[in-house]
């Protein structure tokens, strides 16, 4: 059984920063390219990028690239979802999902094992 597990989140002023964390139990997290999503309140779910199997690509959405990076820490076995210059606007749950597709790209259909979603709230 392959879970994913979240962790990382929580309340931030604006322009802080905040790091995610996601490990897939039971497996390395170099088995899967790993991706993150978000979806804010009374929005439909938005692709935030992902990090591919071998961790040698990284895909980050434009309207966030600069802001945010997707690494994988290999001591502790952990994909991580760096924010920074967080706004208001990047409140939304965040999940972290993962996938056999070696570039699995920004459909939600190509991840087979998603976690359970961290919340991220950004205060004005």
């Known amino acids: 059984q392959v879970h994913v597990v979240q962790s990382g989140g929580g309340l931030v002023q604006a322009g802080g920063s905040l790091n995610l964390s996601c490990v897939v139990s039971?497996?390395?997290?170099?088995?899967?390219?790993m991706g993150w999503f978000r979806q804010a309140p009374g929005k439909e779910r938005e692709f935030v990028g992902f990090?591919?199997?071998?961790?040698?690509?990284?895909f980050i959405t434009d309207s966030m690239k600069g802001r945010f990076t997707i690494d994988r820490d290999s001591a502790k076995d952990t994909v991580n979802l760096q924010m920074t210059n967080l706004s208001p606007e990047d409140t939304a749950i965040y999940y972290c999902?993962?996938?056999?597709?070696?570039?699995?790209?920004?459909?939600?259909?190509?991840?087979?094992?998603w976690g359970q979603g961290t919340q991220v709230t950004v205060s004005s």
């Open positions: 039971g497996r390395p997290v170099g088995s899967y390219s």
């Open positions: 999902a993962a996938s056999s597709y070696v570039v699995p790209g920004a459909r939600s259909q190509a991840y087979d094992y």
């Open positions: 990090l591919t199997a071998t961790g040698d690509t990284t």
